[in-house]
T-cell receptor, first 113, second 115 residues
Framework: AQSVTQLDSQVPVFEEAPVELRCNYS??????LFWYVQYPNQGLQLLLK??????LVKGINGFEAEFNKSQTSFHLRKPSVHISDTAEYFC???????????FGQGTRLTINP | EAQVTQNPRYLITVTGKKLTVTCSQN?????MSWYRQDPGLGLRQIYY???????DKGDVPEGYKVSRKEKRNFPLILESPSPNQTSLYFC??????????????FGEGSRLTVL
C-alpha cells in the first residue's frame, strides 16, 4: 500500500537559518507529490507540487523541493527561514490515475528569533 | 473570492446526537473530499466525491455519511457521534480529480468535540 513518511515530527530552527523537511514515499508506480502548509488555525494550502519534468520544483514563499526517484524522497528546503514560516508542513502523494491522496504525519516547523 | 466554506467551525456535542457539518465551494469544482486531522496521524480521508451523486469511501469512513446532491455542497453527516470522532475536520475541493494532480483547496476546518 502507498504510504508517506515524514521523518521529523518537529523541526526547530533559528531565524534566517536554512531548513530541510524530509519526506519519503513508498510506491512502485509513478506518483504525484505535494507539499502543503498549515498556518495556525487555518486550513492547508499548496506550497508546491511535482507532476513530471524537472526534479527541482519551486513553490511559494521561497520554498523548493527535489524529487529523487531512486531514493523515493521529496524533501522540502528553504535557504533562509522567517518567523512567518512557523507552521505545520504536510507531504502528500498520489498514484497517478488514483483518487486517494495520502498525507504524511506532518512536521511542525518552529522558528526561533 | 474563491473559497471553501465549512460550518460550524467549532462544535461540542454529546454522544449519539446527530450532527451535520456543511461544506460549500464556489469554484465549480467537480471533486470534493472530507478529511480528519488527528495529532501524529496527519490527514486521513473520510469520503470523497468525483461529481454530483458520485461518492466513495476513503480510508476511515466508519461512522460517517455524505451526500452530493449539488455540485457546490458536500455535507458530512455523523448519525450517532462517538468520542472517537472528536477531531479536526477539513473539507477540500479540486477542479479535477486527485489522480490528475489537481491542487486541493481546503476549508478552514471544523473542530468537533464529542462528549
Amino acid at each position: 500500500a502507498q504510504s508517506v513518511t515524514q521523518l521529523d515530527s518537529q523541526v526547530p530552527v533559528f531565524e534566517e537559518a536554512p531548513v530541510e523537511l524530509r519526506c519519503n514515499y513508498s510506491s512502485s508506480v509513478s506518483v504525484y507529490l505535494f507539499w502543503y502548509v498549515q498556518y495556525p488555525n487555518q486550513g492547508l494550502q499548496l506550497l508546491l507540487k511535482y507532476l513530471s519534468g524537472s526534479t527541482l520544483v519551486k513553490g511559494i514563499n521561497g520554498f523548493e523541493a527535489e524529487f529523487n526517484k531512486s531514493q523515493t524522497s521529496f524533501h522540502l528546503r528553504k535557504p533562509s527561514v522567517h518567523i512567518s514560516d512557523t507552521a505545520e508542513y504536510f507531504c502528500a502523494a498520489i498514484i497517478q490515475g488514483a483518487q486517494k491522496l495520502v498525507f504524511g504525519q506532518g512536521t511542525r516547523l518552529t522558528i526561533n528569533p | 473570492e474563491a473559497q471553501v466554506t465549512q460550518n460550524p467551525r467549532y462544535l461540542i456535542t454529546v454522544t449519539g446526537k446527530k450532527l451535520t457539518v456543511t461544506c460549500s465551494q464556489n469554484m465549480n469544482h467537480e471533486y470534493m473530499s472530507w478529511y480528519r486531522q488527528d495529532p501524529g496521524l496527519g490527514l486521513r480521508q473520510i469520503y470523497y466525491s468525483m461529481n454530483v451523486e458520485v461518492t466513495d469511501k476513503g480510508d476511515v469512513p466508519e461512522g460517517y455519511k455524505v451526500s452530493r446532491k449539488e455540485k457546490r455542497n458536500f455535507p458530512l453527516i455523523l448519525e450517532s457521534p462517538s468520542p472517537n470522532q472528536t477531531s479536526l475536520y477539513f473539507c477540500a475541493s479540486s477542479f479535477r480529480g486527485q489522480g490528475a494532480g489537481g491542487e486541493l483547496f481546503f476549508g478552514e476546518g471544523s473542530r468537533l468535540t464529542v462528549l
